[in-house]
């Protein structure tokens, strides 16, 4: 059982609101990683963080900023949310070395109305 | 592309019968993955194989790597109506981005 949690699971919030969607492992892993995802669709990778103090933009665009002050804590802010946003937001987290498999959390899927 | 490309996008078979996967890429790799994600368990490692490896087996599935062609496949052997999901392959490359593709959606008919 993987212990990656992202918390809401479930969003509905209005244009122009301040979101902060919350990504928690226990794990110890260093590096983190954030999806969106549309149903049916593929993953892109929109930010990525190899430890604390880094951050990087993945292959996708985003308007969304994240951070990590802490290893296990990777949140992702989006400053005014519009309905383009609307997805689903996929946490994973994995360890640096042989085995790099990653552990995904169950997702927050924010609807901006 | 750093992607790798599934093939077939949409697969449906009978129960029992096997399943083939297949991805192609186009960028050196340190790894591959395959995952899958359905509605009940959301995204789940499979098994991995790493570049200097040609085959690996895990219960059921069997993944092989040709990196003079690029290629990769995951056959799922006597299909279960729980193996229907998306797979994905998952490319690892030197800075160990996990990049996905676009999945195949398999479908275990009863």
């Known amino acids: 059982e993987a212990d990656i949690y992202q918390t809401p699971r479930y969003l509905v919030i209005g244009t122009g609101k301040k979101i902060t969607l919350e990504c928690s492992q226990t794990?110890?892993?260093?590096?983190m990683y954030w999806y969106q995802q549309d149903p049916g669709m593929e993953l892109h990778l929109i930010h990525y963080?190899?430890?604390?103090?880094?951050?990087e933009k993945g292959d996708l665009s985003s308007e969304s900023t994240v951070s990590r002050i802490r290893t296990e804590h990777f949140p992702l802010t989006l400053e005014s949310a519009r309905p383009s946003h609307t997805s689903q937001y996929l946490c994973?987290?994995?360890?640096?070395?042989?085995?790099?498999?990653?552990?995904f959390g169950q997702g927050t899927r924010l609807t901006v109305v | 592309s750093q992607q790798g490309e599934e093939d077939p996008q949409a697969l449906s078979i009978q129960e029992g019968e096997n399943a083939t996967m297949n991805c192609s890429y186009k960028?050196?790799?340190?790894?591959l993955q395959w995952y899958r994600q359905n509605s009940g368990r959301g995204l789940v490692h499979l098994i991995l194989?790493?570049?200097?490896?040609r085959e690996k087996h895990s219960g059921r599935l069997r993944v092989t790597l040709d990196t003079s062609k690029k290629s990769s496949s995951l056959l799922i052997t006597a299909s279960r109506a729980a193996d229907t999901a998306s797979y994905f392959c998952?490319?690892?490359?030197?800075?160990?981005?996990?990049?996905f593709g676009q999945g195949t959606r398999l479908t275990i008919n009863p």
């Open positions: 994973a987290s994995s360890v640096t070395g042989g085995r790099t498999e990653a552990f």
């Open positions: 794990m110890g892993h260093d590096k």
């Open positions: 963080s190899y430890g604390v103090n880094s951050t």
């Open positions: 960028t050196s790799i340190n790894n």
């Open positions: 194989i790493r570049s200097n490896e």
């Open positions: 998952v490319l690892v490359q030197g800075a160990q981005k996990l990049v």
